[in-house]
Nanobody
């Protein structure tokens, strides 16, 4: 089993920045990639981006390229989502997810483990 916990949500003004963290524990040696998703009220869970477990490869959804960046720390147990130039439409619950399959995927169904989510609210 793998446990994921997100941190860093909160209220931020439009144009501001926020960094979310996702700490991992358990059988992390089984993991291939870590993804970030978000779910706005009344909407589905949307892909943001993914990073390979070795931290060397990233892949982002087109609409957030240039504003959001995913990275991993040197210990390899924490994944970050740096969000810049935030807009009110970025308001959502943000989730990190872990995949064991050897693919960098945008499909939520390919991820095996999920965190509990953290709320980010962007005020106008």
């Amino acid at each position: 089993q793998v446990q994921l916990v997100e941190y860093g949500g909160g209220l931020v003004q439009a144009g501001g920045s926020r960094r979310l963290s996702c700490t991992t524990s358990g059988r992390t040696f089984d993991l291939y990639a870590m993804g970030w998703f978000r779910q706005a009220p009344g909407k589905g869970r949307d892909f943001i981006g993914v990073i390979s477990w070795d931290g060397l490869t990233t892949y982002y959804e087109d609409s957030i390229k240039g504003r959001f960046t995913i990275s991993k720390d040197n210990t390899g147990h924490t994944v970050y989502l740096q969000m810049n130039s935030l807009k009110p439409e970025d308001t959502a619950v943000y989730y990190c997810a872990a995949a064991t399959a050897a693919t960098m995927t945008a499909s939520r169904y390919e991820y095996d483990y999920w965190g509990q989510g953290t709320q980010v609210t962007v005020s106008p």
